[in-house]
C-alpha cells in the first residue's frame, strides 16, 4: 500500500559528498515526520536525522553540521545531504516515514536503504 525507496548510494572518497533520496508512493493521505538511520556491518542500527512536516530537524552529534535533512512535500520525498564523509560513515541507509494512510491508518514505514561506502 505504501512503499518508500531510496536512491543515491555509492561509493565516494574521504572529504567527498552523497545525495541520498527517499520517494514515498502508494495510498498516502499526508506524511508527518520523516528520517534517516543508518546501520554498520557489526552495529544497531542509528537514527541520524529527523524532519518533521513543518521543516523543523534534529541531527545526531555524529553528523550534525555535515549532514543536511530536507524534504518535497508536493513529492513526499526526503532528501539526504552528506558532506565531508568519513570512513565510518560507511553504513546502509534507510528512510522512515510515519504515514497516514488514505483509509486514516497511521504508520511507520521503512525504505529497503542503499549502501553508502566511504573509501579511497
Known amino acids: 500500500q505504501v512503499q518508500l525507496v531510496e536512491s543515491g548510494g555509492g561509493l565516494v572518497q574521504p572529504g567527498g559528498s552523497l545525495r541520498l533520496s527517499c520517494a514515498a508512493s502508494g495510498s498516502i493521505r499526508s506524511i508527518n515526520d520523516m528520517a534517516w538511520y543508518r546501520q554498520a556491518p557489526g552495529k544497531q542500527r542509528e537514527w541520524i536525522a529527523r524532519?518533521?512536516?513543518?521543516?523543523?530537524?534534529n541531527y545526531a552529534d555524529s553528523v550534525k553540521g555535515r549532514f543536511t535533512i530536507s524534504r518535497d512535500n508536493a513529492k513526499n520525498t526526503v532528501y539526504l545531504q552528506m558532506n565531508s564523509l568519513k570512513p565510518e560513515d560507511t553504513a546502509v541507509y534507510s528512510c522512515?516515514?510515519?504515514?497516514?494512510?488514505?483509509?486514516?491508518?497511521?504508520?511507520?514505514?521503512w525504505g529497503q536503504g542503499t549502501q553508502v561506502t566511504v573509501s579511497s
Open positions: 524532519i518533521t512536516s513543518g521543516g523543523s530537524t
Open positions: 522512515n516515514a510515519a504515514v497516514r494512510r488514505t483509509d486514516w491508518v497511521l504508520r511507520d514505514y
